[in-house]
Antibody, heavy 118, light 107 residues
Framework: QVQLVQSGAEVKKPGASVKVSCKAS????????MHWVRQAPGQGLEWMGI????????NYAQKFQGRVTMTRDTSASTVYMELSSLRSEDTAMYYC???????????WGQGTLVTVSS | DIQMTQSPSTLSASVGDRVTITCRAS??????LAWYQQKPGKAPKLLIY???SLESGVPSRFSGSGSGTEFTLTISSLQPDDFATYYC?????????FGQGTKVEIK
């Protein structure tokens, strides 16, 4: 069965970076784009960007340009999202989500809570 | 960026009620709209894609309609498991954007 398993919760200080992983299993890793979506406490969903696990190409939301880097390791069936220059407003649950063509996000990771606090 | 506006923000309803949530796009997105249900502490769950296609395993009381800029999600007979927050999302063009959410509460 398809599973997306994310890395554990992180606590970071302002100005630091965080790297969240999302390990995929149960399907052909390179056949589906992966997106990252975040959700601040009590708030709505915010799209961060997309990575093509096959070629590694990315597309980031303008809001995160220059601070976010999405990468993948095909040998480990894992995608990564690194966010730098963290500030308190980056405190959120970060989700990876598999995109199936024309359908939307059919599978989600369990979420990784990133807390930014001095 | 395409803005997605949901209404209402909060909806109070009883079990058995027919419930309708509206999502408006700031420009045409054709049929590239999905609806998600999210419960507290859980990841969102896909309900509807391409505006009106029901995701596999989702009860038939959920339905979606619309195209262009106006879309609706309808729950024909609200069940206890349906009390949650619902989000629309456009995937017509980057950046993909979500509505602000509609919380369906018990009346």
């Amino acid at each position: 069965q398809v599973q997306l398993v994310q890395s554990g919760a992180e606590v970071k200080k302002p100005g630091a970076s965080v790297k969240v992983s999302c390990k995929a299993s149960g399907y052909t890793f390179t056949s589906y784009y992966m997106h990252w979506v975040r959700q601040a406490p009590g708030q709505g969903l915010e799209w961060m960007g997309i990575i093509n696990p096959s070629g590694g190409s990315t597309n980031y939301a303008q809001k995160f340009q220059g601070r976010v880097t999405m990468t993948r390791d095909t040998s480990a069936s894992t995608v990564y999202m690194e966010l730098s220059s963290l500030r308190s407003e980056d405190t959120a649950m970060y989700y990876c989500a598999r995109y199936t063509a024309a359908r939307g996000y059919d599978y989600w990771g369990q979420g990784t809570l990133v807390t930014v606090s001095s | 960026d395409i803005q997605m506006t949901q209404s209402p923000s909060t909806l109070s309803a009883s079990v058995g009620d027919r419930v309708t949530i509206t999502c408006r796009a700031s420009q045409s997105i054709s049929i590239w709209l999905a609806w998600y249900q999210q419960k507290p502490g859980k990841a969102p769950k896909l309900l509807i894609y391409k505006a009106s296609s029901l995701e596999s395993g989702v009860p038939s009381r959920f339905s979606g309609s619309g195209s262009g800029t106006e879309f609706t999600l309808t729950i024909s007979s609200l069940q206890p498991d349906d009390f949650a927050t619902y989000y629309c999302q456009q995937y017509n063009s980057y950046p993909w954007t979500f509505g602000q959410g509609t919380k369906v509460e018990i009346k």
